[in-house]
């Protein structure tokens, strides 16, 4: 199955061969055949979707063009902030000017760092299903999905939920 192109179009497939033969086998009337094949047709439409999701890019223009406007406002940052600065130095005293106006540069830098920062886990989030650290955990979902499954058909032999590695959950 893992060589196979699209793993979850075969697993489907697989499990409608499964009905056909519990069909066959008479474990199952024709009725429950065909809820089991519209069921079956239903995830693989939730699967299709899930893909047209997936592989659908993020467009460029938007991922280039708030790096550079984020950039430009950072360059930009200090010039705006010497307005607010210099309006408040001129209600100070002489001895603390020059103190005062040192403050716009961390100032600049801590706004600057949070505007990129912004940006760079907006870029980050484009992806979310590409098990990177910061994505959806899908492997933990659909394995807390089939242990649901299998406890709703009354298995005694269920797996353990995923676990973290290096306290990463994928």
């Known amino acids: 199955m893992l060589e196979r ?11 409608g061969l499964h009905i056909k033969q519990l069909l066959d086998e008479g474990l199952i009337t024709e009725f429950d055949k065909q809820l089991f094949h519209h069921t079956l047709e239903e995830f693989y439409n939730l699967q299709g979707k899930c ?3 997936k592989n ?12 550079v406007f984020t950039w430009i406002f950072v360059l930009l940052l200090p010039f705006g ?13 002489q001895h603390l000017k020059p103190w005062f106006i040192f403050l716009m540069i961390p100032l600049s ?15 980050n989030s484009e992806d979310p299903f590409e098990g990177r650290i910061n994505d959806v955990p899908m492997t ?18 269920l797996p353990g939920k995923e ?3 290096d306290n990463i959950l994928y």
């Open 5 to 15: 192109k699209n793993t979850a179009t075969h697993l489907v497939k697989n499990q």
């Open 51 to 53: 893909e047209r999701i």
């Open 56 to 67: 659908t890019p993020f467009p460029r223009q938007y991922a280039y063009f708030s790096t």
């Open 81 to 93: 902030l010497l307005n607010v600065f210099e309006s408040e130095l001129n209600d100070m005293s």
């Open 109 to 123: 830098i801590l706004i600057s760092w949070i505007f990129t920062t912004m940006e760079k886990i907006g870029s």
């Open 140 to 157: 933990a979902l659909c394995k807390t999905i089939e242990i649901d499954l299998r406890d709703m058909l009354d298995e005694k032999d």
């Open 163 to 165: 676990q973290p590695k």
